[in-house]
Structures are given as C-alpha cells and as structure tokens.
C-alpha cells in the first residue's frame, strides 16, 4: 500500500536510526488545538508535519443551511476573542450583494468595534505566548488588561466575547450614552498600560535571546509562501488592507501600517504590540471624526436575498492578518457557498520551513509567533 | 514523510493537448445553480464587458484586456469590478493562464482557494483569488480565476474523474489550499506533491462533505 492516502503520522517512513518521530499536541498544551509531527534529530528539528483538524466544525457546510442574517452567530465562533473582525467580511460582502449603502455613524462604530477587538484578541494571544516562554508576568497583565476592553464591548453590545454585533447594514445597536467619554479614558489608560510591557517583555534580554533569529522568514519567502497579516510585516512587506484595500471608513483615517524588516519570532511578536498601539491611535480618531448622531442600521426585509447568481470576495485586516470571505449566493435567502479565507490557515504554511534546522526548544516560540489560532484555522 | 509521495506527479497528463479546445464550450457561462432543470443555460453567457461597456474600471479593464490579449477565446472574463477580475477558464489551460498572470502580470500569491459544487452541471468549481504582495499597483487587486472540473455521482476521490492540475508548482502558497478542497469536494490535484488529508478525521469513509449531495442530519 502507498503512503498516499495514509493519515499523517501512520504513513510508513524509512526509519533512521538517529530519527525520533514526535507527536506535539493534540493534548499538549504547547500546541494548541492541534498536532505538529516533528522528526528530531538529537535536538534539531530535521521535518516538521502540521496537522490541523482537530476542531473542525464546518462552519462552511453549516452556512449553507442557515439564511443571511442567522449566519452571524455562529460564523464569529472561529475566532471568539475577534468576534467582530471575523464576521466583518461576510457583513460587507452580504451588503455588496444586497446593494446597501451604510450609515456613516454605523461604519465608526464598525471601526472602533473591530479595532477593540483586534486589541482584545493580540492581548490573549500575548498572554499564551508569553507563558509558553516562561514568562509569567506577560501570561497575568495582558489577561487582566484586556478585561478594560471587555467592558467597554460589553457596554457596545451586551456581551462579552461573542458580540454578534455587525449586521448587513450597520450595526445592531448604537453606543450607549456617554460612551465616547468612558471609552476615550479606557483607551488612553489601556495604551499607558501596554507601553510598560517594553520594559518587561520586548526589551526584556533574555526574551530577546531566545527568539532574535529563530525561524528566520526572509521577505521573498514570506511572498511565495504567502502568509499575511504580522508575520508578512515582521519580513518587511508592508501590506495592511486598511491601507491598501480600506473598506468602511478606514481611508479617511490615518492608519500606520507596523514593518520590521528582520523576519524572526522576535518581530514577529512585537509588530502585534505596536499594532495595538496604532489600533488605539485609530480608536481615538474615529471618535473624534465620527458623526455625534444618526441612524447606524438600514431596516432589511426579513429575508434577504441576493439577485441571481452572484459571487463576491471581501476581505479585512483581522488580528491574524487578511481575512476574506468568498460567498456564492444564487438567489435564495441562503448563500450558495461560503468560504472563509482565514490568516491562521495561510500562516500555517510558513510553520514546516520555519522549524527545519531550529531546536527542539525553540518550537514553541516559533509557533506561537505565528499568531496562530487553531479553530480559526480549521473552521 | 513529503518525499514518499513524489512519484505521483507525471500520472496522467497527456490528454491535455490532444483534444480540440472546441469540444468543451470554452464560453461556459457560470451556470446558475438554481434547482430547477431547465434547458441548459448555455444561451444565456455572463453579462460580458462587452455587453455593456458603461462603467466598468479602467486599472481593472485594462488587466483582463492583458489576459484576454494573450488567450484569446480560451478564456471568458466572467467579471470586471472594482479590484476584481473575473476569468474563468477550462481544466487544459489554467496552467498556462496561472503561469501568464505570475510571470507576466506580477501577481504572486493565492489568497484563497474555494470549491463550489455544481451537480445539476456534472461539475465542479474550484476558485482561485491571487494577489500580489510585490507589485504595490496591485495591492488591492485580484484576480479570481475560476475553471472546473468533472463530478462523479459515487466519488472515489483520488481515483475517479475529478481531477485538476496543480497550481503548486506555479503559486507555492496554495499547498494547503489545494490539500483542503481534495479532502472537502474530492477534486484530485494532479502533480500536487501531498494530497493528503487536513482537517477531516483520518477514518473519514464518506463522501466529501461539502458536496452538495452531504447533507447535514435533519435539515
């Protein structure tokens, strides 16, 4: 029998003497929600196999069964901590199709929600990476700095994590009263607050000996691997859809793309800090610019639908990198296909050619500075 | 464990030139999916750019006028909107035409590769959306190239008739792309060096699940 159809990890392999195969997850805590076949050789990874799935619960499939508008909660779960970043492609996408013009007042509130929870989310995922490197101090302050954030979605929406707040043409509900004020002093104590994390974490020398050129991804590898979001900025391409795709109102916003040009785990975990801080600079612009009143919710019919058949692709910088939604929709009140194009996925791919040749020890902060986030990845 | 797999890439590529192009309507529009077998919807093909030349976008015109320069009636631009282009394409020359927009067009990675399943046109559909990071002209453009492959009523994926070549050799980033749409529709890549399973189960013994015949219990 060929090793063709073979599940990873059964196929047969040539056995050498000095090869260890080691399985990394699904239960390792180090991994994720998912397995990552290494082959060492004494303490260098000679191969790595990533293999995703473990949690996959066909978002996609599910979508074509459930109309336009009872899509939204369940297509933010791949991402609950960027709940709306997640669903902010399919809401544009669906008002392509539709036809809707959104209210201006709607489109700040979808700014300021999304770049809170691009915050909300780089703050849980620095946690876990800096307690995977030992780090215990960066594991306590963001989980508890992010709650300040947390309060302030919660006001928006009335929920804590998954908002299912963006709707086809605008938001579900407005700002409570006396937000911009309560959110202007969150926000400006939340970047004072991330700014003392320099001091202890990145310019912290033994975090910088541990990942300053480990898994090193030079910037033509980066572009024909194609990966995005923070480790396509961490090798020196500046590409951030809110500048160069801006969707909502993000041109008439003064956005700053983060770059570094060395490649390695350590600016590929700093650009997500410096992304916060640019996301803070965008939170208080967009309260400044945004209109004081005005609908933020076109009325739709009950069901919508699409006008024949139609396909449209949009896409967003969520905290992972580019998102897109491709949706096929043939007229009905449900979409025909959809398809989520996810930044974990596309990352994913950088992980086997960035762990070739590293330590064994060094898997952790190579794969965490991915920014992976395994249910988003498997969908 | 990749080096196992590698003697499947030349397993079948030689019908690709012997047929004429003609055979297949190279026109093919993009068949409407609505359940109701009427005659085949070949009279009616995609609103061309040609049809109505009102307000289409000059930047994104002037990309699919490239392609269609160079390809001829090989190819149909479904599309042209604002930062989309549409091509659709059949299984003989997505190749060539893949190759023509990296080598000549600038575009250099797949963002996203998606399957769509057709069976009441025997077939399957399988999208393409490149980008380009290099070129900064390009950097909210895309091109969505689409061609398709045979359906099988009882799928024996890898073995059957679905089967399209690989892009990998041409666009390295659709590696996993491509591994997710074998396991999900069946759709075989041929000269794809890993088509193994992704995310499925590995005792997964049923048909590829967004299919359209997969139906989700008690809906």
């Known amino acids: ?379 | 464990m990749m080096s196992t797999n590698t003697e499947q890439v030349t397993i079948e590529e030689k019908p690709a030139e012997e047929k004429p192009a003609e055979e297949k309507p190279a026109a093919k529009p993009v068949a409407k999916p609505a359940a109701k077998p009427v005659a085949k919807p070949a009279a009616k093909p995609v609103a061309k750019p040609a049809a109505k030349p009102v307000e289409l976008p000059a930047f994104e015109k002037n990309i699919s006028d490239k392609i269609v320069e160079k390809f001829g009636d090989k190819i149909v631009v479904s599309f042209v909107k604002e930062n989309r282009v549409g091509i659709n394409v059949d299984k003989e020359n997505v190749h060539d035409v893949a190759k023509f927009i990296r080598d000549e067009l600038n575009y250099d990675h797949v963002e996203s590769v998606s399957g769509v399943d057709y069976p009441q046109d025997k077939e399957i559909e399988v999208v393409y959306h490149i980008g380009s990071y290099s070129d900064s002209s390009l950097a909210s453009q895309l091109i969505v190239l689409a061609t398709r492959a045979e359906r099988e009523e009882n799928p024996i994926p890898g073995k059957d008739a679905t089967k399209l070549p690989t892009l990998r050799d041409i666009f390295y980033s659709v590696e996993f792309h491509e591994r997710e749409v074998f396991e999900m529709f069946g759709v075989y890549f041929t000269g794809h060096p890993d088509n193994r399973r992704l995310l499925l189960p590995e005792d997964w013994a049923d048909l590829p699940p967004l299919r359209k015949d997969f139906a989700i219990k008690g809906r």
């Open chain 1, 1 to 379: 029998m060929t090793n063709e159809f073979l599940p990873p990890g059964l196929a047969l392999q040539k056995a050498d003497e000095r090869i260890m195969t080691l399985n990394v997850g699904p239960q390792h805590p180090g991994s994720g929600h998912m397995r990552i076949i290494v082959q060492i050789d004494g303490d260098y990874i000679v191969a790595c196999d990533p293999d995703p799935g473990y949690v996959h619960r066909g978002e996609e499939k599910m979508a074509e069964y459930r109309n336009y508008i009872t899509n939204i909660p369940h297509l933010e779960r791949p991402v609950i901590h960027d709940s709306c970043n997640v669903l902010y492609p399919y809401v544009l996408g669906v008002e392509d199709l539709l036809g809707i013009e959104v209210p201006e007042r709607a489109k700040y509130v979808r700014v300021i929600c999304s770049e809170l929870n691009r915050c909300i989310y780089t703050m849980y995922w620095l946690a876990i990476y800096g307690i995977f490197l030992g780090h215990s101090t960066m594991f306590m302050w963001p989980a508890g700095d992010r709650e300040l954030l947390i309060d302030l979605m919660e006001k928006i929406s009335g929920a804590r994590v998954t908002h299912a707040h963006f709707v086809p043409g605008g938001v579900r509900n407005d700002l409570p009263p006396n937000f911009e004020e309560v959110c202007l002093r969150q926000v400006n104590y939340f970047e004072k607050r991330i700014r003392e994390y320099a001091a202890v974490f990145y310019d912290n020398p033994i975090l910088i000996s541990r990942t300053q050129d480990t898994g090193v991804l030079s910037r033509e590898d980066a572009i024909r691997l194609g990966v995005t979001g923070s480790v396509l900025r961490a090798s020196g391409v500046d590409y951030d859809l809110r500048k160069k795709e801006p969707y909502d109102v993000y041109e008439e916003l003064d956005v700053h793309s983060n770059v570094m040009k060395e490649g390695d785990s350590y600016a590929r975990s700093k650009i997500p800090w410096l992304d916060m801080l640019e996301s803070c600079n965008i939170i208080k612009q967009a309260l400044e610019k945004m209109p004081k009143s005005g609908s933020v919710r076109v009325k739709l019919k009950p069901n919508p639908k699409g006008k024949g058949l139609n396909s449209v692709y949009k896409r967003v910088e969520s905290g992972r990198g580019s998102l897109g939604c491709h949706i096929v929709s043939d007229g009905k009140v449900e979409p025909y296909r959809l398809k989520l194009s996810v930044g974990s996925f596309r990352n994913l791919i950088a992980l086997p050619y960035l762990l070739k040749g590293e330590k064994l020890g060094n898997m952790p902060s190579v794969y965490w500075s991915l920014n992976y986030w395994p249910v988003e990845a498997d969908r």
